[in-house]
């Protein structure tokens, strides 16, 4: 038996991003709780500490991209750029832990490796890659729903000689492109911004594209002086926006449908959208995911884009999405990613007419013999989203049940929050919650201020333990389907909100597309409910 010392406290929280610092603060300095953060990396930032690749930038605009629950933060930080880059970000993450005084009360460098709920003492117990031991009555976890790479297998990667890289997991150095022959595997969003920006430096770049993806141009700049002191006039107003929107932004589609509107009228909407740039573009009408044939218009807009944009015809056919409707995968927002493939340095290499088949020493091997000879690797591949996280954590509930196997199938949450089997466990952002449909700090800040209340009504009413019930976790995973069902967003079939990127991986359609404003107002009513669907007890 360890004589190990345990480090006891009424509350952890597992991750330093923007959800684990907001609820540090909530916990500790709103309900008076020794509560902890414990973080895997040398420092704040989450999914912002590790996606450090060339161009790695928000896709919500930057005054909506931040936390709304103090004015002051609001005012005192000043975002210089429409779409904050990665480390503008981290910067801004700081910032707010050394303000709030947040940095004291995390475990930093600390990578928790299982979570045991101890049934008899009833806290959970967490152990450490390190060897470290921490309990506590409450968990929430904090972890992201983008942060545990996807690193696909391929046949003799071991063999490769060159350096090798992975967007989720960007080393913490400048990495020298120039002289270098480079192969970017993946074009989701990560590799259409990474794309351009190696594509720079590089002496030649190779995409290496399995399915083609819609993007849309972000038109990011820089911002006027002035156009901080106009938003911070009407921060109230921009709230109200953004927690009354389906996505957390400060905007609505509005209610038009695209098959109801003339050819004449629907394209200049579309164009002058286009010139508007980045996520607005999609709410240009308010049928797009719901309707096949005004999603097949939008779709087809932007494949004529691509048409417009790259000289080269086959290339502009390999890069034009046909396998997936416009939206139903997450729409990336780039600056100059289909004008890259005009450069001569730059070559487009389609996977679905010659898959990778292996790697040598220095190339890679395609199906049809193909030898790409490349210095450096780079896996843009994306994530075993919304679940990898949670999974990665070695999470084992009552009667010993572990959150894989209770997950075999898919995973189960009541509103996507709480998981039954899993007591006095808070999931922030979990599966079966609006998360990666939405901007990310109003869907945190969401999560974050109702776990909050709830401990207070615990707190208040001497409970100390909550479980959700099967029954309700059931049900709201199925409406959770129903929900998506009658949207399009299932018609892409290999997306990682199916889960369809990670082998062996349940196909179920993981984040709620209710909106993020139905979505509060359910969980508003579950409160007012007194918390119906979780058991509550002392
Ligand atoms: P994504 O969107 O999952 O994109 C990953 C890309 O990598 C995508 O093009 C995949 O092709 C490709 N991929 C994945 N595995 C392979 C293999 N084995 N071979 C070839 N190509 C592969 O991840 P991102 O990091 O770009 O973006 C995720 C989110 O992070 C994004 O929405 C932002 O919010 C930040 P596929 O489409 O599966 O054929």
């Not at 046949?155 to 992975?166: D, K, M, N, V, W």
Request: aromatic content about 12%; glycine content about 6%; charged content about 25%.
């Amino acid at each position: 038996m360890s004589n190990q010392k345990i480090q006891h406290h009424e509350a952890l929280i597992i991750g330093a991003g923007f959800s684990g610092l907001y609820q540090l603060y909530c916990l500790r300095d709103q309900l008076n709780l020794d509560a902890k953060i414990i973080e895997a990396a040398d420092g704040v930032g989450g999914t912002w500490y590790w996606n450090r690749y060339p161009g790695a930038r928000c896709d919500s605009e930057s005054h909506t991209y931040c936390y709304y629950f103090n004015d002051e933060i609001l005012k005192e930080w000043k975002w210089s750029e429409r779409y904050p880059a990665q480390e503008e970000i981290q910067n801004y993450l700081n910032y707010c832990a050394d303000k709030l005084s947040l940095k004291k009360d995390i475990y930093f460098n600390e990578r928790i490796c299982s979570c045991f709920w101890d049934e008899h003492k009833e806290i959970w117990s967490l152990t450490s890659e390190s060897g470290k031991i921490y309990s506590s009555k409450f968990l929430i976890t904090a972890v992201g729903c983008l942060s545990s790479t996807n690193k696909p297998e391929i046949s003799q990667l071991s063999a490769f000689e060159g350096e090798i890289y992975y967007t989720g997991e960007w080393p913490h150095k400048k990495i020298e492109f120039r002289n270098k022959s480079v192969a970017v595997i993946g074009t989701g969003s990560s590799g259409i911004q990474a794309i351009p920006v190696i594509a720079e430096e590089a002496k030649q770049l190779f995409v290496l594209q399995r399915t083609p993806n819609f993007s849309v141009p972000a038109r990011n700049h820089k911002l006027e002086e002035s156009f901080h002191s106009e938003f911070i006039s009407k921060i109230e107003m921009w709230r109200e926006k953004m927690f009354d929107s389906r996505h957390g932004h400060p905007w609505k589609a509005p209610p038009r449908k695209l098959c109801e509107t003339d050819e004449r009228e629907r394209s200049a909407i579309l164009e002058n959208n286009w010139e508007k740039g980045g996520l607005r573009f999609r709410e240009s009408f308010d049928d797009i995911i719901l309707d096949e044939y005004s999603n097949e218009i939008i779709s087809e807009f932007i494949r004529k884009k691509i048409y417009e944009i790259v000289e080269d015809a086959e290339t502009a056919k390999s890069l034009s999405p046909v396998d997936h409707p416009f939206g139903t995968k997450r729409p990336p927002i780039d600056t100059n990613y289909f004008e890259t493939f005009n450069r001569n340095n730059v070559e487009l290499i389609n996977l679905k007419n010659s898959p990778i088949k292996s790697c040598d020493k220095n190339e890679i091997i395609l199906e049809d013999g193909k030898k790409i000879s490349v210095d450096i690797l780079v896996f843009a591949t994306g994530f075993d989203a919304m679940t990898g996280s949670l999974q990665k954590l070695g999470l084992i509930g009552k009667n010993g049940i572990r959150l894989e196997d209770f997950w075999r199938s898919g995973p189960q949450t009541y509103l996507g929050l709480a998981i039954p089997n899993f007591p006095n466990l808070f999931t922030i952002t979990g599966p079966g919650s609006p998360s990666v449909l939405t901007n990310m700090p109003r869907s945190i800040e969401q999560h974050v201020d109702w776990i909050t209340q709830f401990l207070r009504y615990l707190m208040n009413s001497n409970m100390t333990k909550v479980e959700a019930k099967a029954i309700d976790a059931e049900n709201w995973t199925e409406y959770v389907t129903e929900i998506a069902n009658k949207t399009l967003m299932p018609k892409a079939g290999h997306s990682w909100y199916l889960g369809a990127n990670i082998p062996g991986k349940p196909r179920v359609f993981m984040p709620y597309a209710n909106g993020l404003n139905n979505y509060r107002d359910e969980c508003e009513t579950v409160a007012a409910g007194g918390y119906t669907g979780f058991k509550i007890s002392s």
